[in-house]
């Protein structure tokens, strides 16, 4: 058994500790928090923006729980350590864990200091463990299957793509402190965005050109972002942001034009993926995209099994990730 602790148990640590559970091959062997003894009350708020599985109750009391890290590595064997904190812990809380030869699991983005994720990817090079960054869309299956057929040319070569994502304003657990903390969080476009810039650059690799806007809300000076991606062959664009009261309902999807069919996927209507021609439309099953969430960190156990990089989702990618985030401004 892998044993892992997952540090924070807002919307990511629950949705985390939901996946270790369902992991045959892991165990969930602490849990780190501010408040451990809110656990309970956690699990019954409705916060994030969508469904990531369901957490048993009584699995989860069988889990240890402590208020801090150091503690918890004292005390537990630990091979994965899961960061589910907000993204100005990332750099403390990785660094102390690999400085104990444990592996890190980091959800995105990497950080918002590109010089950390610099000495963070130093460290686990020093250290011997692996390192790797929650870029989850990576893993989602309606993505998968566009990266796919980009590959593979499938419906021939891609001449456009339109990536978007928008949510309302982000109001549960420690989000409402941030917005006290204007810029601390990164934003939308470091929060948000981020998963189809990640994206694109995994799909297309580096643009020839970046034309890029963004505009200020409540969390930071970009919270809402639309680009335009220039390629020899293709044209991509990017659009998302969380302007929106806290209700708005959450949405991403793609339109993909190739040289004999066009595809569309919406999460709002997400069982089916589009394939349009003249001739007509196909529906496809799409795929669960909240599974993603279980085939990322069952990917990263695998990678420690075997002591092999996590070549799907290095933490160079992450880091240039990281970079061409700060290109949109």
Sequence with gaps: MIHVAIVGFGFMGITHAANVLRNKRLKLQAIVTRHPNDIDERL????????TGDVNLDDLRQVKRYTSLQECLRNETIDIVQ???HTDLHFTLAMEA???G??????????LVPDEARAMMQKAKEKNVKLMVGH?????????????WIDNKTFGALKFISLTRFTGLPAWGQWKEKQQH??????????????DIDFLFYALGEPEKINAQAYPGTLSMHDYVVAHWHYPEAHAKIEGGNLFHSA?????GYMARFENASVQYASLRPEHIDIVTDEGIEKITAGDAGEGFYDEIDYFATCVEQNVEPTRCLPQSSLRTLELCYAHL
Excluded: W
């Design 102 to 111: 444990r592996h890190v699991f980091i959800e995105k983005p990497m950080s």
């Design 136 to 148: 989850v869309v990576r893993f989602m299956p309606p993505y998968v299957k566009l990266k796919s």
């Design 182 to 195: 204007f810029g601390s969080s990164g934003g939308a476009l470091f929060d948000l965005v981020i998963h």
């Design 98 to 100: 690999m400085e104990h």
């Design 83 to 85: 960061l589910c904190v």
């Design 248 to 252: 708005f309902p959450f949405q991403a």
């Design 44 to 51: 019954n708020a409705q916060t994030g923006n969508f469904s």
